[in-house]
């Protein structure tokens, strides 16, 4: 009963704010609308909860972000930062906003649903080893927020983690940018075939189908690509292997940049424009994609990258969901090379 009202309560919550945002988010630069409003929940916060959100820019915690669940043995959280449990009504409003003006409606919506199903996982697991709540994502501010220094903040909990940096009122990076979901599939209940991250599957799926012998011979690895590496400013994923995508016909092409575009749409226009245009620059022959798929076991888990000089995707859904169905649970990322927070631009 507890885990359905906090799921109402930050559904409740997330409908009130996306209204007014919505409005505010056309109207100027998405740097801008950041730092107005990060200052606008530092005004609200109290000294105590101050001092659990702001660091110092160059703090070493601000390159140390983490999608997996942070406690200790006692069940308390360990993630730095300010929890939305510790916050009242107007300050979690507050939060969301800085959330909505960072990222488009069809990121907002994702990382929001992300959130929420921390609900669905307390359900069902029932009073299991981690503790799954809406509420466990930390506010993390980094600087001072202007148009005129540097400064940066995060959010981040379970299956998030949205990291940004700007300077002088630009944003200098907005990576790292995890999104993740278990179930990535609901299979049951009053959300049953609801699916978070539906895009960076689908066009994935289409483009390994889409996919003559002699380029899967070329593509296809002969095991799972490793894990998304967390607590880490670089994305250490080494040289780019797989199929150029040069070597796609134009329609294969075709769904090899919907695919990007999903993962760079997660940002509002102006940013997404811009981390695409970097892509366009480096040229197809310069992007691989390679994929590892296990056809043989239920559910079919698979992993993939798309990678370029001065970017990785990173996608895995190879373990099961807190239910026990096969590959129904999902970690995806899009990173900067060779470095993420503005570092080595």
Known sequence: MRSHFRLGLVLGTFAAV?????????ARPPAQQMADAANHLLNLLTPEQAEKAKFRFDDPQRLRWFFTPQQDAQRNPTRKGLSLADMNQAQKD???NLLKVALSQTGYTQATTIMSLEAVLAELEKNGRMVRDPQWYFLSIF??????????????GHHLSVNFTLDKGEVLSATPL?????????????????RTLPEIEDHAKSLIAALTDEQKAIAAQPKSLPEIKENSPTADVGPAIGLPLSRLTKPQQEIAWKLLE?????????????????????????????YHREENQPGKPYTYRLQGPN???EFLNVQNDSAGNPANHIHSAW?????DFGLQQ
């Open 18 to 26: 996306a209204g007014a945002a919505q409005i505010a988010q056309h």
């Open 94 to 96: 507050a939060v969301l």
């Open 143 to 156: 600087g001072e927020p202007s148009g005129t220094g540097r400064w940066g903040w995060r959010l981040e």
């Open 178 to 194: 995890m999104f993740g979901a278990n179930p990535a599939e609901i299979k049951s209940g009053p959300r049953k075939g609801q």
């Open 262 to 290: 999903a993962y760079a749409r997660r940002l509002p226009d102006t940013l997404a424009e811009a981390e695409l245009a970097k892509v366009k620059a480096a040229g197809l022959e310069s992007i691989r994609f390679a």
């Open 311 to 313: 970017f990785v995707v």
């Open 335 to 339: 990173r900067r090379l060779p470095a």
